[in-house]
């Protein structure tokens, strides 16, 4: 009897570590529990996340959001999550998702965990009028800005350690894009480099009528849906929900709606699925 009892106690023991802690519990069963989906996004970055006339959140990131909520037969929750504190956000637990264009990079994947690309942001130099600057070849010597933790700084890193920093070149980071508009506007800086559907709306709302475009930046920068970085039932989930937003025509719907009429841009690089 004592034999079995032993056993019967190192397979109880067994099970038990092999079902992990018990506080493990997937973000995926809280959202249909509490039927609330809160949504970490940028509200500061036209036309992903920003907010319309009567102050209330809309973007396609906030779009995302409400469809995925829909998904889950749950109240979608906007929380604005500046750039900086997008993955914060996530890992401390203020947002069950992060829905806000971020590029899906391997440094980022060792905190968070990412679903394939569910947007593309084909990346443009914008500068002013006056500033001479006709290509991205031309930065080399300019005052550059951006907006810190993006994927266009560290864009911006890697050309400085190649050499425009001995070249003149300058960098200065600012907590969010509507503040690196606005030092672009003042002459803080000479150029910015940011998403074509962002310089789009830009010069859509008229705004900012001193800022052109001066030629494509070498940057593919793929926005990817993020979850914590343990929780691979919601990752799963996450990902089957992109994969039907872009098999039912929804993704090229929301894309149309507002990044305009031109052609959809691609979610895998050229002969690679992610």
Known sequence: MKTLAYALTA???LAFALAGPASAQSALDKIVQSKKLRCGVMLDAPPAGYRDSKNEPDGY???YCKD?????GAEPVIVETPSPDRIPALVSNRIDVLISSTTPTPARALTVAFTQPYTNNIMTV????????TQYSDLKSKKLGGVVGTTPEQLFKEEFAKGWQSSGATYTGYASDAESYLALQQGKVDALVMSTGVFHALSQ???????????????????SIAVRR??????????????????NGRWA???????GDGPLPPLTAEGINF
């Open 230 to 247: 343990d929780d691979q039932q919601f990752l799963n989930w996450a990902r089957l929900f992109i994969f039907n937003q872009i098999a």
């Open 68 to 72: 995925m909520a829909k998904a889950l």
């Open 11 to 13: 397979t109880t023991v």
């Open 205 to 223: 709302s008229g705004q900012f009528p001193e800022f052109v475009a001066a030629g494509v930046a070498p940057l593919a920068d793929f926005g």
């Open 253 to 259: 719907e929301v894309y149309h709606k507002y990044y």
């Open 61 to 63: 990131d906030v779009t």
């Open 126 to 133: 914008v500068t002013r009028k006056d500033t001479g600057i």
